[in-house]
């Protein structure tokens, strides 16, 4: 029966089971934490899981796009084992640059929004490749320069946002210069009212995805970042860099990073100021963990953590409970996630061992004559 079954289908299987898991067992430990409290559990999930209206479905998807570009810039170091935990300092040096210099309007309209992006990714990349520099040329981890690098940036766009701020007028809030309204992203509606409205920049995320697809699985600098990321020795063996492969890696993934605040900035800040939202960049790890990787996994968790961010915010009204037990299940997905992944993985270990059981004693020939004499004295 095992050897009959698609492998490409117990794959599948498989690689769905694993975060289906996870989230089983994060909803079952929060609901134990919730009865430890005394909370209502059945209310809680009854609020969270309610059907959302029309301006929170834009919510959820406005955050999802903003979570998403923040997985796929992790995906990309996790692929080859590399630990980019500089996501939130690379967006927000990326998006500051792209606030200014969109804010100048040296172009007009739309050429000036493809300037801005450039800048941001061109800025995100190099932020990125100083830890990726320093894991090649010094064997530093990455770990910890990315780490370092985000306390950096935050003290370096606050510095320079002094510079360059202008401050609103009856307002303490600092904020560089307006993007002009011919150079914002416009959005479209899923309902009736602005409050509705879903960023533009969803497309370029849509974009960003199925380039991140293609450039792993479509070409040759993907399969040498899949193959050292699996093996740093037989990539050496098969003549690729290490080194150049690492910094490439970063300054992608970098370069992906810097979208992450775009959404926000091209669609509804308009600059980059003091208030801009942060603490986006962190939310990617889990996310790309809960999606293995693949852009459309990755796509379900922002869906996900967004889905539950956004239906969180009720559940103090109604049912008198902290929105922070979501940040619990968040955390908790994270833990079991690994768990199950490494459940799911000796199953199927288990599975394809017993499959290949299974060909061999059907392909073994059978001799119609019974055991030889031979074989029975060794048999005595």
Partial sequence: MIDRLDPRLVRLGLGIAAPVLAIVLAFAIT?????????????????????????NQANIINNATVLYLSGIAVAIGFRMNLFNI????????????????AGEAWLPGYLNTLLAIAAAVLVGAAWAGIAGLLRATRGVSEVIATIMLNFIATGLVAYLLRKVAV?????????????????????????????????????????VGAGYWFLLNRTRFGFDLRATGRSNSAAVASGISVGRMTVG????????????????????????????????????IAIALLGRNHPIGIALGALLFAFLDEQSNPLQII???????????????VLTVVISYEVVRRYGLRLEQARVAAQLRAAAPVDPSGPTESSKEVSA
């Avoid at 134990?32 to 209502?40: E, R, T, Y």
């Fill in 86 to 101: 500089g996501v939130d300092g690379q967006y927000r040096v990326a998006a500051f640059a792209a606030a200014a210099v």
């Fill in 319 to 333: 049912a008198d409970v902290s929105p922070d037990i979501v940040a619990i299940t968040q955390g908790v997905i």
């Fill in 31 to 55: 609901s134990l934490v919730l009865i430890v409290a005394g909370d209502p559990v059945g209310e809680v999930w009854s609020t969270i899981l309610s059907w959302p209206q029309p301006r």
């Fill in 167 to 207: 401050r609103s007028e009856g307002s303490n809030s600092l904020g560089t210069k307006q993007i002009p309204e011919g150079s914002r992203i416009p959005g479209f509606q899923i309902g009736d009212g602005a409050a509705t409205e879903v960023y533009g920049f969803l497309f370029v995320a849509v974009l």
């Fill in 249 to 284: 890696a970063m300054m992608i993934s970098g370069g992906v990073a810097a979208l992450v605040g775009l959404p926000i900035l091209f669609g509804d800040a308009y600059s980059y100021g003091s208030t801009f939202q942060s603490g986006l960049g962190f939310a990617g």
